[in-house]
């Protein structure tokens, strides 16, 4: 059994942090071998290996990998460079992503948005170099990723505002994304394109008004989720 020096509870499972307070047991000065000595209270969380799938998803990934193949040595042969087969081929990822972890994973819906916000943007970012005007990346793309993200879990959001703990380091994920396509765009030319102002002020208008009512409940799910 180890002891929180902090809040003093009993804690029957083995863990470096205190479940209670959130402390660092061993931070507290708890000693490591006693931490090691207790036992799990619990059944370890299952790992699922990244190629265990269904067989819809092996026939899925060894059909994407012939197709990988074939479209890149055809363009190589072809055109002597790599243009189409590469937005094919992370489309055809994208939607393998997308139907693996967003749509059978029973992860929470805010998380789910952002999750897909982050993989649109990588997928748009490593497109990049094959536009022939790259600029509507920070211009376009990502500018209507977020905004779309930014309304859809602003009204999750509006929605549960009475209980908003669980939804808000997600709500403020996105709101920080949404300043980057203005951002880049300053750095890229000096210049901002009106969805980009727009989605940057969004978010900058989100996250004030997020730290005005919630300031409390955001630093205690800070707390919460990284252990501080
Ligand atoms: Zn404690």
């Known amino acids: 059994m180890i002891r ?31 931490i090691k ?5 619990f059944p370890k969380k299952a790992h699922l290996p990244w190629l265990a799938g269904t067989l819809f998803d092996k026939v899925y ?10 479209l890149i040595v055809a363009e190589l ?9 590469w937005f094919i081929l992370s489309l055809v990822a994208y939607f393998y992503v997308f139907l693996r972890f967003t749509l059978r994973q029973d992860n929470f819906f805010p998380q789910k948005v952002v999750g897909q916000a982050v993989i649109l943007s990588i997928v748009a970012l490593s497109t990049r170099r094959f536009l022939p005007e790259p600029e509507i990346i920070f211009e376009l793309m990502l500018p209507i990723i977020y905004l779309i993200s930014l309304i859809i879990i602003g009204i999750f959001l509006i929605i549960n505002y009475k209980n908003p703990s669980r939804y808000l380091l997600n709500v403020i994920t996105i709101a920080l994304l949404g300043l980057l396509p203005f951002t880049a765009d300053m750095l890229e ?7 980009a102002i727009a989605t940057a002020v969004l978010a900058g208008v989100t996250l004030i008004t997020l730290i005005i ?7 205690s799910e800070l707390k919460r989720n990284f252990h501080v």
């Open 4 to 34: 929180c020096p902090y809040c003093q509870v009993d804690i029957a499972t083995r863990t470096e942090v205190c479940p209670l307070c959130h402390k660092s047991l061993t931070e507290a000065g708890v000693a490591k071998e006693e």
């Open 61 to 70: 990934l060894l059909v994407a990998l012939n197709l990988a193949v074939v």
């Open 213 to 219: 009512f919630y300031a409390r409940v955001i630093i």
């Open 189 to 195: 030319d000096a210049t901002a394109h009106p969805l």
């Open 37 to 41: 000595k207790t036992p799990l209270d």
């Open 77 to 85: 042969l072809v055109m002597g460079k790599i243009y189409f087969s």
